[in-house]
């Protein structure tokens, strides 16, 4: 496992800030099509139900093609070493060893913050993020 520096962390976010725009907003295609695609099942065994069959067939393939483009995106972050936690808000860590306890930690971000400001604990999560520089 890469560790990172609070300064690489930050250093690395120009790069793995547009991953994780493209991330976000490829999960929204993904919801967003596999949302109409519910119905479209359920309506199409039954004789359509004003459903075309076209209609499902390219919700489909947009969910499709969106889960595997999140999972090329989500490899291409991971291979940085930095961790995707949640696909929705554009969450993830960056490994970090904690100066006085040699305790690898996690350096905290999300899409919308304009750098890394929070670390945690690995068992912490984001609701026990603590502000940097590490106390």
Avoid: Y
Avoid at 17 to 35: G, H, I, K, N
Avoid at 59 to 67: F, I, V, Y
Wanted: glycine fraction near 10%; proline fraction near 7%; charge should be negative.
């Amino acid at each position: 496992m890469r560790h990172f520096t609070p300064e690489e962390a930050i250093a690395a976010l120009p790069v793995v800030r547009p991953l994780v725009e493209r991330l976000v907003a490829t999960r929204r295609d993904q919801r967003a099509a596999r949302q109409g695609l519910d119905p479209a099942r359920r309506a199409v065994p039954t004789n359509g139900g004003g459903v075309h069959p076209a209609t499902a067939n390219d919700l489909r393939d947009r969910s499709g093609a969106a889960t595997a483009s999140l999972g090329q995106i989500v490899d291409e972050i991971t291979g940085l070493g930095v961790q995707v936690k949640d696909l929705d808000i554009g969450l993830v860590d960056f490994p970090a060893i904690h100066p006085a306890t040699g305790e690898t930690v996690l350096l905290c971000w999300r899409l919308g913050e304009e750098t890394i400001t929070h670390w945690h604990g690995l068992d912490e999560g984001f609701a026990g993020r603590k502000p940097l520089p590490f106390a």
